[in-house]
């Protein structure tokens, strides 16, 4: 199920940013929203009384993950603005699934020094790989790019 590999992830983010014996007070919007989740997700009738330890327990998990979504996407911007202007250029390319020949060409540079803008930001953003860069920044829109040599008005 959808909930259960989403409410997984609430877990791990719980793990490593919530210490035991935080308490988050509820209000009663949230929880009855969680209650209707509850009983689509497991199928219990809506109507049905959902127990108050399971809502907490998906609340946390669902508080838990919007801080470490919110930490990630923190760390993710505080390392593109430690990018040169045209290693975002090279960033752009890479989530746009360019090969390096083909940001070379883009940019108008050698494929060595691709491969150098590359390493460099992969090195900013602490991550092994143009995958694992692409999805760090998947929920980027770069559609209107422009690039670092291209006209600007």
Same mark, same amino acid.
């Given at each position: 199920? =959808?909930?259960?590999?989403? #409410? ?5 983010? #719980? ?7 935080n ?5 009663? +919007?949230l929880?009855?929203g969680?209650e ?10 809506p109507?049905?009384?959902?127990g108050?330890?399971?809502i ?11 801080m470490?979504?919110q930490w990630?996407?923190? +760390? ?5 603005k430690?990018?040169t ?6 960033a ?15 940019l ?5 020094t691709? %491969?150098?803008?590359?390493?460099? =930001?992969l090195g %900013?953003? %602490?991550?092994?790989? %143009?995958?694992e860069?692409?999805?760090? #920044?998947r929920?980027?829109d770069?559609?209107g790019?422009?690039?670092?040599? +291209?006209?600007?008005?």
């Amino acid at each position: 199920m =959808v909930m259960g590999y989403v #409410l997984d992830r609430f877990v791990e983010a #719980l793990e490593i940013i919530i210490r035991p014996g935080n308490y988050v007070r509820l209000d009663e +919007e949230l929880v009855s929203g969680l209650e209707d989740l509850i009983a689509h997700d497991v199928g219990h009738d809506p109507h049905e009384e959902v127990g108050s330890d399971e809502i907490r327990a998906i609340a946390g998990d669902m508080i838990r993950f919007g801080m470490q979504y919110q930490w990630t996407s923190t +760390e993710n911007l505080r390392a593109w603005k430690n990018l040169t202007p045209r290693q975002r250029d090279v960033a752009v390319c890479v989530c746009m699934g360019y090969t390096n020949t083909e940001i070379a060409n883009k940019l108008m540079i050698s494929s060595s020094t691709v %491969k150098t803008h590359i390493r460099n =930001v992969l090195g %900013k953003f %602490k991550v092994g790989g %143009k995958l694992e860069l692409k999805g760090m #920044l998947r929920d980027w829109d770069f559609s209107g790019w422009v690039f670092e040599h +291209e006209f600007r008005e």
